[in-house]
């Protein structure tokens, strides 16, 4: 039985995976390589440092790791900025019905993101309210597609992963929820990946699927 879910951030619960774009892509272009949202797609849930060495793949130039430390550092400040803008009116309606209905149904919620700046994005929207518990990018030494940050939002919550659901907009994130023995949703483009057990359009399609239909 389905006790909780534990959703990702950026791409499921609020689109800053726009602002992760435009960021990375200041930082592609300075240095002339190509990036566009095909590229953007492979960064999804992908931890920051890993995301820079992807984006530098596709580059001959060499960099030192303190070169990139600079790169990745440039890239946070720029996608701080865009953050630091950001309100409560940043949640969609649909996310908020989703996430209300959820709660008055008694299930447990938790956030299960690969971002360090999870917390700059509940204080800006507001959105901590909704949540018993928070796993992000902070407290985790593995990035998805390893299973510790979702492993370590069910034992937050006091659940087991069985009892759980991952919702996840990356393929990387569906094999993170994967390996960690939950029951998988994907939006966005992670609806397509062959690993989803559960493609939905929007949030509030989550309240329909099998497992969660009263
Ligand atoms: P930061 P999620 C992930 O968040 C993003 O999808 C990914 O693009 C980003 O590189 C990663 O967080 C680290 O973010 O640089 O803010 O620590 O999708 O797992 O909520
Ligand atoms: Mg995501």
């Avoid at 530098?56 to 070169?67: G, H, I, N, R, V």
């Avoid at 550092?73 to 720029?78: D, I, P, Q, T, W």
Wanted: charged fraction near 30%; include cysteine.
């Amino acid at each position: 039985m389905i006790k909780g879910i534990i959703f990702d951030l950026d791409g499921v619960l609020l689109f800053t995976d726009k602002y992760h774009y435009m960021a990375w892509k200041a930082i592609a272009d300075k240095f002339n390589i190509p990036f566009d949202e095909k590229v953007n797609n492979r960064l999804r849930g992908v931890s920051r440092m890993e995301s820079l060495n992807i984006i530098l793949s596709y580059s001959d130039q060499k960099f030192s790791e303190a070169e990139k430390e600079v790169m990745a550092s440039e890239k946070n400040e720029l996608y701080r900025e865009y953050l630091k803008k950001m309100t409560p009116s940043d949640v969609s309606d649909d996310t908020r019905y989703a996430l209300d209905k959820l709660r008055a149904r008694g299930l447990k919620l938790a956030i299960g993101s690969s971002s360090k700046n999870t917390p700059l994005i509940l204080e800006k929207t507001d959105m901590a309210k909704y949540f018993h518990a928070v796993s992000d990018g902070n407290n985790i030494s593995r990035g998805k597609p390893d299973p510790e940050v979702f492993l370590k939002a069910a034992d937050y919550l006091n659940l087991q992963p069985c009892e759980c659901i991952v919702v996840e907009d990356a393929e990387s994130g569906i094999d993170a929820g994967t390996a960690g023995g939950f029951l998988t949703v994907g939006i966005g483009c992670a609806a397509q990946y062959e690993k989803t057990k559960r493609p939905i359009k929007n949030l509030t399609e989550l309240l329909t699927i099998p497992e969660l239909s009263e």
